[in-house]
């Protein structure tokens, strides 16, 4: 059916993401057997999102460090991003006037901030302090239909910028300094090269970029040096080590590691950058650890992992015990 002339709701996301909630307990008991070397114990040192005020989040869903450390946490449903410093205290909040239903970010080197304007079709950019600098439309796809853009990367290596466009299931790579796309990657389909419904997108040191396609239960990965070719894919549909039921965030630690969410069973898994299952994230009395409705992740440059959990209205941050 088409959505010609119907504007994005931001409830048809909150509706995705209900899909994935870890309510199947005849699911959920039989997931995973693991030796313990295959545990990655996380000691929980911080959360974000208060019972009131300035500090309360509403189904936030995407999280994001600057290099002074302040922390912005994309609260979508009420417009808005909120910054934290790194102790904790609500510093301030901005993008009212600018956003309507935002789901996904991105900082530059530059310290710019890259968000999706999802239910307008664009990306809007501001500075560090909030201050919005500019907007930048993006295409329709070749169907007439608009861009939904539900999540952004950066290559500051070569100035680029990836729009992942979920309700087209395709992938827009735009020349920041030529502000124009010059690539878009993907179509509807399950084979290689295509999407259903891609969610989250990370980018390595090398350009490469990882995408998260929810429906095909994998992430595909994009090999810009490659002309562009789709590589090898991370984790394929199931319940088992290894494997995705309903994959949501990715994020990319120092090292290259990829760490993945699984909203479903609300677990985070990690990989090698080739793919190689390496991990799942656990307590320290060797339990893995559950999540609710893990969304996006966020790896820091002190290598401390950023969990969105949108339906519990908080951001999470964590240590690695080894």
Request: with cysteine.
């Amino acid at each position: 059916m088409s959505r010609k002339g119907i504007p994005f709701n931001h409830l048809r996301a909150l509706l995705f993401m209900l899909l994935c909630l870890p309510i199947t307990l005849a699911v959920t008991s039989r997931v995973f057997a693991f030796t313990t070397e295959e545990l990655l114990p996380v000691k929980q040192i911080a959360t974000f999102g208060g019972k009131e005020g300035k500090a309360r989040l509403r189904q936030p869903s995407a999280v994001t460090v600057s290099k002074d450390g302040k922390i912005f946490i994309l609260d979508g449903t009420v417009n808005r991003v909120a910054v934290f410093s790194s102790e904790g205290a609500f510093l301030y909040d901005f993008g009212i006037a600018h956003l309507d239903m935002p789901l996904g970010m991105a900082m530059a080197e530059n310290g710019h901030l890259y968000v999706t304007d999802t239910r307008k079709g664009r990306i809007q950019v501001f500075s560090a302090n909030g201050k919005h600098l500019r907007q930048i439309k993006l295409p329709k796809a070749r169907t007439g239909e608009p861009t939904e853009p539900v999540d952004v990367a950066i290559d500051d290596r070569k100035n680029l910028l990836y729009v992942v466009d979920n309700g087209n299931h395709r992938l827009l790579v735009i020349d920041l300094k030529k502000n124009k796309v010059i690539k878009t990657l993907g179509k509807m389909g399950m084979d290689d090269g295509e999407f259903r419904w891609p969610f989250s997108i990370a980018i390595n040191k090398q350009g490469v970029a990882y995408v998260v396609d929810v429906v095909n239960t994998t992430v595909r990965t994009v090999h810009p040096d490659e002309n562009w070719a789709f590589g090898f894919d991370i984790g394929s549909w199931g319940i088992q080590k290894g494997e995705l039921y309903r994959p949501k965030g990715i994020a990319i630690d120092t090292e290259g590691n990829v760490f993945v969410s699984d909203s479903y069973l609300g677990v985070i898994q990690k990989f090698s950058s080739k793919g190689r299952f390496l991990a799942v994230l656990s307590d320290n009395n060797g339990k893995i650890r559950r999540f609710t409705t893990p969304a996006r992740l966020y790896v820091d440059h002190k290598n401390r992992l950023y969990v969105v959990e949108m339906f519990a209205n908080r951001v999470t941050v964590f240590e690695f015990g080894r």
